[in-house]
């Protein structure tokens, strides 16, 4: 009997734990089983309220600030890239009256060949130089200028140098001296076709010579150079390459009533790949150039400067002040 009950527990219990394992793994669950292969639909997102409007960041590329008063502020030099009728003298009277009013004691060398433009600039004595007579009497005129110019920078810089090798301490910013030279194209141009013969005798080059040391050491003894010419490239304006980091290019044009004038000056400046060498860079300024032309309804100056970011924009109308004599100009509080 003992051995009987042996046997039916060593095969009973087994199959009873197998069958009760088996009747478990059938029994239905809480989870949800799909069927008839119908798969699940899920629940569709709702769109949100506040739909992005892609073009709503795009930021409208004329520029807005005021550049002349920009340009005034700048410790760079700069060079005028504007054809005739471009409104570079106007612009330059609104440039010189901000300067003079952010600091009084600025002392300005204006040079021109042509017109009578600076008329009326009494402010300091010498501040005008009117060049007379035929080209190379100009163009000596001009190199006692330019090189009166270089002389101010050249005892501002042995100073400086005597002071810190005795050990002592610099003396405060002397005043700003801003040598302006306006139809820079037509005189540069002159001097190029001159014999080398005549050039060597008045000693001529130095003009150049002159001109490009101030731009390479003017900035930290506060001597500037402002250059007015019809165009921006260092062929024709003797500007070196190498000088080009301290200056600012500008390029201005508009049309007249009369539809004359034209935007070639700011074309050239943005097309030249030695100014802007990402072409990327040259197609967008292009682009804000045609939108500034096309919202210029009133024919107001439009102009480019490379000063920091380069940047175009409107400039306001300034009829009123061209027909202003600079000293009468300076004087007037509403117009800029």
Same mark, same amino acid.
């Given at each position: 009997?003992?051995?009987?009950?042996?046997?039916?527990?060593?095969?009973?219990?087994?199959?009873?734990?197998?069958?009760?394992?088996?009747?478990?793994?059938?029994?239905?669950?809480?989870?949800?089983?799909?069927?008839?292969?119908?798969?699940?639909?899920?629940?569709?997102?709702?769109?949100?309220?506040?739909?992005?409007?892609?073009?709503?960041?795009?930021?409208?590329?004329?520029?807005?600030?005021?550049?002349?008063?920009?340009?005034?502020?700048?410790?760079?030099?700069?060079?005028?890239?504007?054809?005739?009728?471009?409104?570079?003298?106007?612009?330059?009277?609104?440039?010189?009256?901000?300067?003079?009013?952010?600091?009084?004691?600025? @002392?300005?060398?204006?040079?021109?060949?042509?017109?009578?433009?600076?008329? &009326?600039?009494?402010?300091?004595?010498?501040?005008?130089?009117? /060049?007379?007579?035929?080209? /190379?009497?100009?163009?000596?005129?001009?190199?006692?200028?330019?090189?009166?110019?270089?002389?101010?920078?050249?005892?501002?810089?042995?100073?400086?140098?005597?002071?810190?090798?005795?050990?002592?301490?610099?003396?405060?910013?002397?005043?700003?001296?801003?040598?302006?030279?306006?139809?820079?194209?037509?005189?540069?141009?002159?001097?190029?076709?001159?014999?080398?013969?005549?050039?060597?005798?008045?000693? /001529?080059?130095?003009?150049?010579?002159?001109?490009?040391?101030?731009?390479?050491?003017? @900035?930290?003894?506060?001597?500037?150079?402002?250059?007015?010419?019809?165009?921006?490239?260092?062929?024709?304006?003797?500007?070196?390459?190498?000088? @080009?980091?301290?200056?600012?290019?500008?390029?201005?044009?508009?049309?007249?009533?009369? &539809?004359? &004038?034209?935007?070639?000056?700011?074309? &050239?400046?943005?097309?030249?790949?030695?100014?802007?060498?990402?072409?990327?860079?040259?197609?967008?300024?292009?682009?804000?150039?045609?939108?500034?032309?096309?919202?210029?309804?009133?024919?107001?100056?439009?102009?480019?400067?490379?000063?920091?970011?380069?940047?175009?924009?409107? /400039?306001?109308?300034?009829?009123?002040?061209?027909?202003?004599?600079?000293?009468?100009?300076?004087?007037?509080?509403?117009?800029?």
């Amino acid at each position: 009997m003992t051995i009987l009950l042996t046997i039916v527990s060593l095969f009973f219990v087994p199959a009873l734990y197998f069958i009760w394992q088996d009747i478990k793994t059938r029994t239905p669950t809480n989870k949800k089983i799909v069927t008839d292969n119908k798969v699940p639909i899920p629940t569709p997102i709702k769109p949100t309220n506040k739909i992005q409007n892609p073009k709503s960041k795009i930021q409208n590329p004329i520029y807005q600030g005021d550049i002349l008063e920009e340009l005034a502020k700048t410790n760079l030099h700069i060079l005028f890239g504007v054809m005739s009728g471009g409104g570079k003298s106007t612009s330059m009277k609104v440039i010189i009256k901000k300067i003079h009013q952010l600091n009084s004691s600025a @002392r300005f060398y204006i040079v021109d060949p042509k017109t009578t433009d600076w008329l &009326g600039l009494q402010l300091y004595d010498d501040t005008v130089f009117y /060049l007379s007579g035929e080209v /190379l009497e100009q163009l000596i005129q001009l190199k006692t200028i330019t090189e009166r110019i270089f002389n101010l920078l050249d005892n501002r810089i042995k100073s400086c140098q005597q002071l810190l090798l005795s050990g002592e301490e610099l003396p405060a910013p002397e005043n700003d001296v801003y040598l302006i030279i306006d139809e820079w194209y037509s005189l540069y141009d002159s001097l190029k076709k001159l014999p080398p013969k005549i050039k060597a005798e008045y000693d /001529l080059q130095s003009i150049s010579l002159h001109i490009n040391t101030i731009i390479a050491k003017g @900035r930290e003894h506060k001597v500037h150079v402002f250059l007015v010419s019809q165009t921006h490239l260092a062929t024709e304006t003797g500007i070196s390459t190498a000088m @080009r980091r301290s200056i600012a290019l500008v390029g201005q044009g508009r049309l007249t009533a009369e &539809g004359d &004038g034209g935007y070639a000056s700011i074309e &050239g400046i943005i097309n030249d790949s030695n100014v802007f060498k990402d072409s990327q860079k040259r197609n967008k300024l292009m682009k804000t150039l045609r939108s500034a032309i096309e919202v210029n309804e009133n024919n107001l100056p439009i102009i480019l400067t490379t000063m920091g970011k380069p940047r175009i924009g409107l /400039l306001p109308d300034l009829s009123e002040i061209h027909g202003y004599k600079i000293k009468d100009y300076l004087l007037v509080e509403d117009l800029c």
